[in-house]
């Protein structure tokens, strides 16, 4: 690639913030970067931990060990991702992680034709067996699998999920960018499809509402509606959290609503 | 009488009347404690520490009421003609202050006095009249029953225009524990503060100017003044003046935090019919300022037969949303019909919004109130105003009818201390809940504005946590000073670094020489004095909370989060926010405190 994938640049921000926001709206826990010893990482957001390797090139496995200890005794699951996946929706995130019902420790995406570890659902009381694997040399997901409970979903079941098949129907979600061709033809794709609010005198420039554009950052969906993003302003995320963060990822189907930053009164 | 003792800004003294007879003592206020609490809401708090007897009964004749003003009044400090009035409430039972604004301000205070204080009671129907030459009572029993407007108007005919008048309104009369007293229009609104006054039997207060007061520094409070008023006009006021605070109401729908149906949602289908995006179009007429505001904050509609009516935000959602309401019409009517009568709009809605609750849930008999039905919301504003049939119970308010009404009906009673909430909903303002929780005056956006942390983006506003009570603190403490001084809170975007900017335009006004860290000190005073006025009416932790409802029934916002305040997550605000006081578990401060920050005075 020329650059480590995870400060790929995206839409004015970089690969790795976008798969940490995006997973950091998904679920209601922290969110863990598992990053290669004094591996140089882009700027993240200070709600972002960062852990690092115990070894380096030790695979999959040995990343997921180190996340999963970390969160161990904060969560009973996570979702693992991989940092070249930009097409991530939240919708996949959540439709992944709410398949891990009681009697699983591994929800394991089929798509393409291929298992998807990386974009995948674990309980953090595999942390002992994982470790084990790794001493063991035992380096691949597919040991793992072999000494779990593992539900697979295939396309099908995936798409099972309403929100899933309305925005990602073809499960781009799991698409990964292994060559230079790859992220140059993610990136050439268009933004994702939004949705735009304006209110109080935001809204009084004379702007049909709601507005529809594209855009795959608040930037750039502030830019789009002709929003200067200054400290008189803020966005509210699909009604949730209140954000100035320009880097702040968007996904196809999301609600911004702009709002003065001196509501109240 | 121009006061050479004071500092600039100030008379050095509190006119003390009994309206009893109309008599009237000086009480001198020291420079110290002119500088320890500043004027308004802290030298009222100061003022019923020493006046008030301990455990009074709000509407008793010793009961004192307060109108305090301030240094800054009188200047050329954009926003600075405000008064506050003080008293103990007869909705919570503990100390209430209320903020009013315009030619009251400035008419009052050159009448060489930094507050006037009422006592007693008049043997009939009265207005006290207070100028320099000292107190008289007149008869008012040809304005007894009159809106609060009408009073005002009529008085001021019969006493010519120099004089300006506050008065109340028929609620006021009937004591209703949430009567307003009202000064050209606009509202001391919470607390009930119109029934202290209707309980001593004065119709109004009627001031009139006849000395003059000078800063410290004239060209430096010319110059700040300049330099205030063209930031007024920024960005940071944009909503004010665009569309006032109506413009909350739709925003406030989209990211879940509009109360409605008596808290039981937080987005209300008929939000976009209230909107102030649109009906400032159908139904704006004029836009005006109180006295010495560039801002010009009051967004006048035309409701229907052209009624103008004043709207803000909490008008709209307490009679619109609250009770199921989106016909713009009757919310403007009803808003309308409260000016009149002189009730406080969040605590009527709020009280009627619980009482529908009660008739759907068959614990009141009362068929034809229900949710979104305007007639009724009228009809129950008519009854309350006169303490007629559904109307007298209403009247004292959630906390009490609920106590009468029994059963379950204090789980939904949207109040905290007796104070019935305000427009925003806790479960997904995480740290206005705490606000609300733990603010002096009861449930409360004024004197707490927690809500700007949670809409900054800073931390997560549907979980709660210990970062939310330092916000909390900030946002009370800088309410403390801006009351105080007084200004007004739509300024308090234009201040990047508020206590010493603050600083330096009170210290150009009186002569201090104030730092930022005094002023923060201030703050911490004002704010602790309060809350022992409160502990020696018998407040206690417990009155430091949430009812039941926000506790136990879940919202959930358009991402579909859950947003739960649980018992323990408030438990564990509440602590954090004790501790960032400095105060014990049991919220009271200790005898360091009192004696670092002065207050022992006021415990002895």
Redesign the interface.
């Given at each position: 690639m020329g650059t480590p994938k995870a400060a790929l640049e995206w839409h004015g921000s970089t690969l790795l913030r976008r798969i940490c926001g995006l997973v950091e709206r998904s679920v209601?826990g922290p969110v863990v970067v598992v990053r290669a010893a004094g591996q140089a990482l882009p700027e993240l957001p200070a709600s972002i931990e960062v852990v690092e390797d115990a070894r380096e090139g030790r695979g999959p496995l040995q990343g997921l060990a180190a996340g999963l200890a970390a969160l161990s005794g904060r969560a009973r699951a996570v979702y693992v991702s991989s940092t070249d996946v930009p097409l991530l929706h939240p919708a996949f995130v959540r439709r992944v992680v709410g398949a891990l019902t009681g009697e699983v420790d591994v929800v394991l995406p089929l798509a393409g034709g291929f298992p998807h570890p990386l974009s995948a659902a674990y309980r953090t009381s595999l942390l002992a067996l994982v470790e084990r694997l790794v001493a063991a040399d035992r380096l691949r997901p597919a040991f793992l699998f072999e000494e779990c409970r593992v539900t697979r979903l295939d396309e099908a079941a995936l798409l099972a999920d309403p929100a899933l098949a309305g925005f990602d129907p073809a499960l781009d979600s799991v698409l990964n960018l292994n060559e230079p061709g790859d992220y140059e033809a993610a990136r050439a794709r268009p933004s994702p499809e939004v949705t735009v609010?304006l209110?109080?005198?935001l809204?009084?420039a004379g702007k049909r509402l709601p507005l529809a554009l594209r855009a795959a950052t608040l930037a750039e969906a502030a830019e789009a509606a002709g929003i200067v993003l200054?400290e008189?302003v803020?966005a509210?995320?699909?009604?949730?959290?209140?954000?100035?963060?320009p880097d702040l990822p968007l996904a196809t189907g999301d609600?911004i609503?702009f709002?003065?930053?001196?509501?109240?009164? | 009488m121009e006061g050479t003792l004071a500092p600039g800004g100030y008379f050095g003294r509190a006119l003390v009347v009994d309206v009893a007879d109309g008599s009237a003592d000086v009480l001198p206020l020291p420079e110290d404690v002119l500088r320890a609490y500043i004027g308004g809401v802290g030298l009222g708090t100061w003022l019923m520490h020493h006046l008030a007897p301990p455990g009074v009964d709000p509407l008793a004749p010793e009961a004192p009421l307060a109108f305090v003003f301030s240094p800054l009044v009188g200047t050329p400090l954009t926003t600075s003609a405000k008064f506050a009035v003080v008293a103990k409430s007869p909705l919570t039972g503990m100390l209430n202050d209320a903020l009013a604004s315009s030619h009251f301000a400035i008419a009052g205070k050159l009448t060489g006095n930094d507050a006037i204080v009422v006592h007693g009671q008049c043997p009939r129907p009265s207005a006290l009249l207070v100028d320099s030459d000292g107190a008289r009572l007149e008869d008012a029993d040809d304005l007894w029953g009159l809106p609060a407007a009408e009073a005002e108007e009529r008085l001021r005919e019969r006493l010519g225009k120099g004089w300006r008048i506050a008065a109340i309104g028929p609620a006021g009369e009937q004591l209703v524990r949430y009567a307003t007293i009202s000064h050209d229009g606009r509202h001391a609104g919470r607390g009930g503060l119109g029934a202290v006054l209707g309980a001593k039997g004065l119709k109004a207060v009627a001031v009139r100017a006849g000395t003059k007061v000078a800063p410290a520094d004239p060209p430096a409070v010319l110059a700040a003044a300049r330099d205030l008023r063209a930031r007024s006009f920024g960005p940071a006021t944009a909503k004010y003046r665009e569309l006032g605070t109506l413009a909350n109401l739709l925003a406030f729908n989209a990211i879940g935090t509009l109360p409605t149906r008596n808290f039981q949602a937080a987005t209300f289908e008929g939000a976009p019919q209230l909107a102030a995006e649109d009906l400032a179009e159908l139904k704006g007429v004029a836009r005006n300022s109180c006295a010495s505001c560039s801002i010009g904050c009051e967004h006048i509609y035309a409701g229907a037969g052209g009624k103008k009516v004043r709207v803000e935000y909490e008008n709209v959602f307490a009679l619109g949303p609250l009770c199921g309401i989106s016909d713009p019409d009757a919310v403007l009517a009803a808003s309308g019909r409260c000016d009149e009568l002189g009730l406080d709009t969040i605590s009527a809605g709020g009280t009627i919004a619980w009482a529908m609750e009660c008739v759907e849930r068959g614990l009141i008999e009362a068929p034809w109130l229900r949710f979104g039905d305007a007639d009724a919301l009228l009809r129950a504003l008519e009854e309350i105003g006169a303490r007629e049939g559904l109307g007298d119970l209403l009247a004292e308010g959630s906390r009490r009818a609920a106590e009468l009404v029994g059963g379950d009906a204090g789980e939904f009673a949207a109040q905290v201390k007796g104070l019935e909430l305000p427009g925003y909903e806790p479960r997904t303002l995480q740290a206005m809940a705490l606000g609300l929780a733990v603010n002096t005056r009861g449930a409360d956006h004024n004197r707490s504005g927690a809500y700007e942390a949670d809409l900054s983006g800073a931390h997560d506003r549907l979980n709660g946590g210990a970062s939310h009570a330092l916000a909390a603190v900030v946002t009370e403490d800088r309410a403390a000073v801006m009351d105080s001084m007084i200004l007004c809170k739509f300024l308090r975007g234009i201040f990047e670094e508020p206590f010493p900017e603050w600083a330096r335009l009170l210290s150009s006004v009186t002569g201090w020489d104030l730092t930022g860290e005094e002023l923060a000190q201030t703050a911490r005073r004002i704010v602790l004095a309060k809350r022992l006025y409160n502990l020696r009416e018998g407040w206690s932790r417990a009155d430091d909370w949430l009812p039941e409802r926000f506790l136990s029934e879940p919202l959930e916002v358009a991402s579909g989060r859950a947003a739960a305040l649980t018992a323990e997550r408030l438990t564990t605000m509440i602590d954090s926010y004790y501790e960032a006081r400095d105060l014990d578990p049991e919220g009271v401060p200790d005898a360091a405190q009192l004696t670092d920050l002065r207050l022992d005075s006021l415990v002895t």
């Open positions: 209601d609010q209110f109080g005198p809204r009084r200054d008189h803020v509210a995320l699909n009604g949730d959290q209140i954000t100035r963060d609600t609503a709002l003065a930053a001196d509501a109240g009164g | -």
